[in-house]
């Protein structure tokens, strides 16, 4: 079994200060772990992924999230906010014994104020 | 790049339709998806196939239907579309990751349909 908690379900930030989208997950198996960013009225484009690798991940728009098995978390980071980054935010996690059916969390609503 | 390309971005349609929603992947990934998305809710997943002809029930099949009769095509079918069917529906396709462990998902864009 596998499931994904996303600790907030909505942030705000200031643009130019740093953002911290926090996942949690469970996983009987070693996880892959992904985040994708949600634009209003778009489709899910990947932001970066886990694959077993190297455990701080760097991704798109300056965005990087760490994989910390200790803590089973995934967060998301990026050191300063644009206002473009204003999106939803999902954690999202899949075991390759799982028929490739993912998990994902209910999602972070980011906002950025000017 | 991966492309999916799903038919419609806004569709309305009456209660009693057939509404069909087609999905197109351009990458061979032997694996689709179909998601609705409402607010509060996330993404559930609808219906999965895994090859051509191949299905499988999701989380909340009810009152909905697939087809794959190609592999870069999936469809998913409202029998007779109810208002409760009023949705964001997401397509997706994935593979294996190379570096092994689970599956990446691309999506398509998305179809907002409204049942009246």
């Known amino acids: 079994a596998q499931s994904v908690t996303q600790l907030d379900s909505h942030v705000s930030v200031s643009e130019g200060t740093p953002v911290l989208l926090r996942c949690n997950y469970s996983?009987?198996?070693?996880?892959?772990l992904f985040w994708y960013v949600q634009h209003p009225n778009k489709g899910l484009q990947l932001l970066l992924k886990?694959?077993?690798?190297?455990?701080l991940v760097k991704g798109i728009n300056g965005f990087e999230a760490e994989f910390k098995k200790s803590e089973t978390s995934f967060h998301l980071t990026k050191p300063s906010a644009h206002m473009s980054d204003a999106a939803e935010y999902f954690c999202?996690?899949?075991?390759?014994?799982?028929?490739?059916?993912?998990?994902f969390g209910d999602g972070t609503t980011l906002t950025v104020k000017p | 790049d991966v492309k999916v390309t799903q038919s419609s971005r806004y569709l309305v349609k009456r209660t009693g339709e057939k509404v069909f929603l087609e999905c197109v992947q351009d990458?061979?990934?032997?694996?689709m998806f179909w998601y609705r998305q409402d607010p509060g809710l996330g993404l559930r997943l609808i219906y999965f196939?895994?090859?051509?002809?191949?299905?499988e029930k999701g989380d909340i099949p009810e009152g909905y239907s697939v087809s794959r009769e190609k592999k870069e095509r999936f469809s998913l079918i409202l029998e007779s579309a109810s208002t409760n069917q009023t949705s964001m529906y997401l397509c997706?396709?994935?593979?294996?990751?190379?570096?092994?462990?689970?599956?990446?998902?691309?999506f398509g864009p998305g179809t907002r349909l409204t049942v009246t």
């Open positions: 997706a396709s994935s593979f294996i990751s190379p570096q092994g462990g689970g599956y990446e998902q691309y």
């Open positions: 996983s009987s198996y070693s996880p892959s």
């Open positions: 886990y694959t077993s690798a190297a455990t």
């Open positions: 999202v996690v899949s075991v390759a014994t799982n028929a490739g059916k993912s998990t």
């Open positions: 990458m061979d990934h032997e694996k």
């Open positions: 196939s895994y090859d051509v002809k191949m299905k």
